[in-house]
């Protein structure tokens, strides 16, 4: 994780200040993105899966007992039960009388199980879906915290004001690995940098990228000047500024350090 460093707390942002931890230096230290942040997600990740595969072993074991067709086998048991309990009673001792009363307690049975089985259904539907967002939640954090890294990186040449449209594009290249690296892909297909053998960086992406969208880096500018903005902004317009996330600021901030 990114340690951004500050000299007093008055240079955070408010919202993140009691993130900040003062070091043996004095200075105050501010991860970029908080370790107990992923931590979070991890935990809430792995707990909705235990959940969900908690609900799939309780569906495996209705499953070989209700069948294919829960409906059926819902009316049958609601059938066999009336039938017990009306001979337990000594009301039924006709052999019609007992198939009829076997029926109706199968087809009762039969909507109790179908409403069961289709609650949970939805349920392991349901925590799909919660893990599947926290998943991509995480694997953003972390094409977020790469590619601002080297945005904001004087050798990208790319313009911070355009740093929202170039995380769009990153977005649509870049799949996280589960050690959290980063690598481009073109479909199912790596793409490879310039030596032909490792995966395109994240910076040599940029070079890319620059060549077909030039408007969102500095040399369409001429020169990469600042263009008579507010260098106290790292080059920004205070209304540019002011649009960054809290991220995006601090990181601004420390490369003034």
Do not use: C
């Amino acid at each position: 994780m990114p340690d951004f460093l500050f000299d007093n707390v008055e240079q955070i942002a408010e919202e993140l200040r009691g993130d900040a931890k003062k070091n043996d230096a004095g200075k105050f230290v501010l991860n970029l993105v908080p370790k107990t942040k992923l931590d979070e997600f991890r935990e809430n990740n792995i707990k909705l899966s235990k959940e969900r595969d908690d609900l799939s072993k309780v569906v495996a074991k209705v499953l070989p007992i209700v069948g294919e067709d829960a409906d059926k086998f819902a009316e049958e048991l609601a059938a066999l039960r009336a039938v017990d309990q009306k001979v337990k009673d000594g009301t039924l001792t006709k052999k019609d009388d007992i198939e009829n009363e076997i029926a109706k307690r199968i087809a009762n049975m039969k909507e109790g199980y179908d409403k069961q089985t289709q609650a949970q259904a939805k349920e392991i539907s349901d925590l799909k879906l919660k893990n599947s967002e926290l998943d991509a939640g995480i694997k953003r954090v972390h094409i977020d915290r790469a590619v601002t890294a080297e945005v904001l990186n004087e050798k990208s040449g790319a313009n911070p004001e355009a740093l929202a449209h170039i995380l769009q594009e990153a977005y649509k290249v870049f799949v996280v690995q589960p050690d959290g690296t980063l690598i481009p892909k073109n479909g199912e297909a790596t793409i490879y940098g310039s030596d032909g053998a490792t995966p395109m960086s994240v910076l040599e992406w940029l070079g890319k990228l620059s060549e077909k969208h030039s408007y969102l880096f500095k040399n369409s500018n001429g020169g990469g000047a600042s263009g008579g903005k507010d260098t106290a902004f790292g080059g920004l317009s205070k209304e540019a500024f002011a649009k960054l996330k809290p991220e995006q600021k601090l990181a601004l901030a420390n490369r003034k350090q």
